[in-house]
């Protein structure tokens, strides 16, 4: 009995590099790892990642399942990307035979944006204001992090897009996270 219930105990504890969601606390936080940290000490936290694109000298993106990218300048994080099915950054049939081994999704402290509309969207405005917007684009900010989320029109069997014309037809498709800490050099 005493060892069935360790089993139910341990499998609810996540195994590190294998989360499902990696929380964003913007100038702070992510995945539990401090912002200002060096690329090393992410993978120590997050495991080695399932492919790695070098973006010359000074910079260097590592891919954590199909839907998160981490870049790194002067080996600082400086940039996240995070999305739902996209086919313009599918790089998961390029990576490791496509062995699935994490599936990572970018989060917010409180919340998720993941199919939010646009409308629901704007009950995070205090927290992280919307600095520019258009159509499919939103800037938020929070500190020294800039936040751009991407939606892409959703439709249902019961609207379309000229039924309704309003931010209920938008739902978040991906997020582009950059942090202005990283010092910048010519």
């Known amino acids: 009995m005493r060892v069935m219930a360790a089993v139910v105990i341990l499998s609810c504890i996540p195994i590190l590099g294998y989360a499902q969601d990696c ?54 994080l400086w940039e996240i990307y995070s999305w739902e099915t996209n086919p313009n950054i599918e790089f998961w049939d390029y990576v490791k035979n496509r062995e699935t081994r994490t599936d990572m999704k970018l989060t917010f402290e409180k919340w998720s944006p993941w199919g939010l509309s646009r409308r629901q969207m704007e009950q995070h405005d205090a927290e992280y204001p919307v600095e520019d917007a258009d159509m499919c684009v939103e800037n938020r900010t929070s500190g020294d992090t800039d936040i751009d989320i991407f939606y892409s029109p959703f439709y249902s069997v019961e609207s379309s897009l000229s039924d309704n014309n309003d931010w209920e037809a938008f739902r978040v498709q991906s997020i582009k996270v950059r942090f202005n800490i990283v010092e910048k050099k010519p």
């Open 23 to 76: 929380v964003l606390i913007p100038d702070k936080t992510f995945c539990g790892v401090a912002i200002t940290s060096t690329s090393e000490q992410f993978i120590k936290v997050l495991g080695e990642p399932d492919g790695q694109i070098k973006m010359g000298t000074d910079r260097i993106a590592y891919l954590y399942g199909p839907r998160l990218l981490l870049v790194f300048w002067h080996d600082k």
